[in-house]
């Protein structure tokens, strides 16, 4: 239920390097914050993080063992690694030499030459805790060798014939999180032998755990999750011959040892049939998801002991010249193992997507366009921090975060590759990632957000159903305005909530800003597109990254109410029959001093923590709130709050620290949502480390007795209940009768509906309020509510409403309302529900027995039970 936002966008063009060549690999050293790059010309260089500038070079063909002939080429590098341990960076090469470069980023580079492996190199990397280097050699053996360069073991791999008669030609390895084991794929020059994958022991000595089983078109991209869960490998796309050419002979099986056919003995002939049929299942739901013949290729996931595990088909790139086939060239997991990048290259320009897993479905959250062939991709160790290096010498850093997009009245919008996914959570609860609406789109957007409603309800669709409104922003700037409503029949459509697109804004819009004259962001529009986000019913912003990090703050005026009305009464196809493009009434830039962070309804942040507010609500000027607003540290998760002359806006840091304003709240917070409206007004709800869930009237009284940056002490009237360890708020569902809910995520990846006790006391005091006896009790049997709660709240107004209690209920609950009632106040000082805000504000039983003004007097003596 989350999507994927881009936070920052650093695009860093690194200074050129003489006689370097294209760039083919790149490492980070974070500490001294700089980025190692190597050449193909075997031109080694360390530019600054900070604006790209060289640091120092050094060319390593003086190093080479045996140096090439004149006018032969020079050894291909396979690798380049930083190790923080020996505070140097490695180059591997296809003629078997290692070579390790001290103090590069201190401007005296001293290289050195530890040895060379026989058969060439094909494949190396440092294990996690960088005190082992496993190695892949051409003559088809994994090498495992120490800090000191020794070599620990030596080991064949299984299935792979060694020696000059068929010599490997490519090779991918890739360590767990843990270190204990590390996965290695490779491939011969032998077309006839498959490609294959393989799990090794690191406290064995690199010996094989298990052959992995054979896949077809396995490529030497692999990424061992970084949990040890699965190990993910790539594999080509084998698109169907066409009717006019014959079909090609299979290959011959290769022939397998006698004891590898013992081991498979046990095997049965129902296994094979499941994964037939799987694989159909497969197909058919790619076919469905991205179109017939639109995949690059496939991600094929391998369990520790080398068993396929299911895989999920990736989609053609949506950058290049349709002619041009699509491949894989580049994977890797994130270090929290909650995002794996994929870099799928078509012709010369490369696309990055990021996927996540969720209830055992694989959704397409991002899609980053480099326009340029991606020579390297790799995550930095700490947070969501995406690093692609391009031939040409460009280093994009792109920062990302989750957020939910969630509506007031408990909408939420899924990205789902080129699909949106809608859940209307205020009427029904599916689990993911069955939806209640789905809108098929050209692209993967780059951001969504609820549009602000000019009342509660907003606009009335035909069928006098709440309308909700949706915008997109996609990768080409331009900008799709989405209705989201209720089917009026349930049994003329398959789903219940309709999207359609409504009106289409084009990229045209970005011609009125003046580009150039910002500089930093002059580079790749539209790539530079971060964010979209509603301020008000009518201004909409949408972030632009620049180059050297940050993003500034467009805003868009619109006409949307005569829009939407007309279009919904003739909207019928989604995506198709589109409205004439609005042209907005204005665009300008913010007038921020710092970058921005996060917006939405009418509070900007930047990157300081500061808030700054629309002058009105269709204004494009932005006004600095004082220092009570603005948060304590930055907060990417950030909310606006319905109470005025009170902070505008509640935020979560990155450390779950949640701040209303200036004041912080509580600590170890995971995630949280405001409900809007409701009995009992706005509340609060937060989850923390603790695995509770708490919620809290969201009013001045939270701020009382607070300092200006004080620590957090007990919240008033707060109550929790025990939630699913890493469990995620969704929403607070409003909607009739749902005021009392909340909907939260498990980490497997299902919703889960809870009824907080805090709002569903809150619920039974509005339904006495109104005089519906009954239906409190009846609502108050469902969620386990003593039922003196009915008589206690506003003790002795009850009693005026005996008559109507015995009215409106049956016997049967009225005679198990008269069992239960005890002597004892449940909403008195002591009594159970004493801490409830509600009983806070009625009167506990024995207070003055005066009827509250306009309510029917007492039937009976004064003072009757």
Known sequence: MRNLVLRERRLLQLAPVDLAGQTLFHCVNEEAGCVYCLGENLVLSAHRLSDGKVEASLSLEPELVE?????????????????????????TLTT???????????????????????????????????QLLSIVSGSAQVLLMNADWAVLSESPIPGAAGGNSSPLSKAAVSWRGDGAAFATVFGSSDASRPSSLCVWDRDGGAESVAPGETVPGLLPVLSYQPNGRHIYAASAHAAAPSAS????????????????????????????????????????????????????????????????????????????????????????????????AIVVLRGSWSTVQCWTRSNWHWYL???????????????????????????????????????????RWGSVAVVDGRWLRAHQLAWQVLPPPLCAGSLRLGATPLGACWLEQEKDG??????????????????????????????????????????????????????????????QFATYPPGALVFVASLSPNVLGVGLAGTLGGARLALLGLSLDEAFESSLETQTEAFEALVEDLVPRWVELAPLSEPVLSCGRGIVQTVSGKLHAQQDRDS??????????????????????????????????????????SQVLAHGVTSFAVRWRGPGGPYLLFTNRDHAMVSVPLSAELLARRAPGSS??????????????????????????????ATYQTPRGNLETVALRALVLESLAALLEGGRVAAAMKAA???????????????????????????????????????????????AEGGEYAWAPCAKRGSARGAPEDPAPGREPADGPEGAP
């Open 781 to 827: 049997a469902q969620h386990a509510v003593d039922l003196n709660f009915v008589a206690d709240l506003a003790w002795p107004r009850f009693l005026g409403q005996a008559r109507r209690c015995v009215d409106q209920c049956d016997p049967e609950a009225l005679a198990d309302f008269v069992a239960a009632l005890s002597e004892q106040s449940c909403v």
């Open 365 to 407: 959250k991002l899609e980053l366009p480099m326009r340029e062939k991606v020579a390297s991709l790799s995550w930095r160790d700490l947070g969501l921090a995406l690093d692609c290096s391009t031939t040409s010498g460009t280093l994009l850093t792109a920062t990302l975060g989750w957020t939910v997009c969630s509506s």
């Open 620 to 661: 494009a000027s932005l006004a600095e709130l004082d220092a009570s607003a603005a948060f304590p540290s930055p907060c990417p998760d950030m909310q606006p709050t319905p109470l005025a002359s009170l902070p505008p806006a509640l935020g979560l840091s990155d450390r779950g620290v949640l701040a209303w304003g």
């Open 245 to 340: 050419e014959p079909a090609a002979e299979p290959a011959a099986a290769p022939e397998v040892p006698a004891e590898e056919q013992q081991r498979r003995v046990s095997a049965w002939r129902f296994e094979e049939r499941r994964k037939a049929a799987a694989e159909e299942a497969e197909a058919a739901e790619s076919e469905a998801q991205w179109g017939s013949g639109a995949l690059a290729g496939r991600v094929t996931l391998f369990e520790r002991n080398g068993l396929t595990h299911g895989c999920f088909a990736v989609p053609q790139s949506a950058a290049g010249a349709e002619k041009d086939a699509d491949e894989i060239t580049h994977m890797a997991w994130s270090p929290d193992s909650s995002l794996l």
């Open 96 to 130: 078997g030499e290692l070579i390790a470069v001290h103090s590069l980023d201190e401007g005296t580079p001293v290289a050195s030459s530890p040895g060379a492996v026989q058969g060439g190199i094909l494949a190396a990397a440092w294990s996690p805790d960088g």
């Open 458 to 519: 907003g606009v009335r669709c035909a069928s006098s159903l709440p309308c909700e409104r949706l915008a997109l922003l996609m990768p080409d700037a331009s900008l799709l305005l989405v209705s989201c409503r209720r089917s009026a029949d349930d049994g003329e459509c398959e789903e219940d909530v309709l999207l359609n697109v409504v009106i289409r804004i084009g990229p045209e819009w970005m011609g009125e800003i003046d580009l150039d004259s910002l500089g």
């Open 67 to 91: 140096p090439p002939v004149s006018g032969s080429p020079l050894p291909s590098p396979t690798s380049l690694l930083w190790s923080p341990d020996l505070g140097a960076v490695l180059v």
């Open 712 to 741: 957090p002490g007990a919240l008033p009237c707060a109550s929790s209940r025990n939630v699913e360890h890493g469990a995620l708020l969704v929403a607070a569902a409003g909607g009739s009768l749902r005021w009392d809910r």
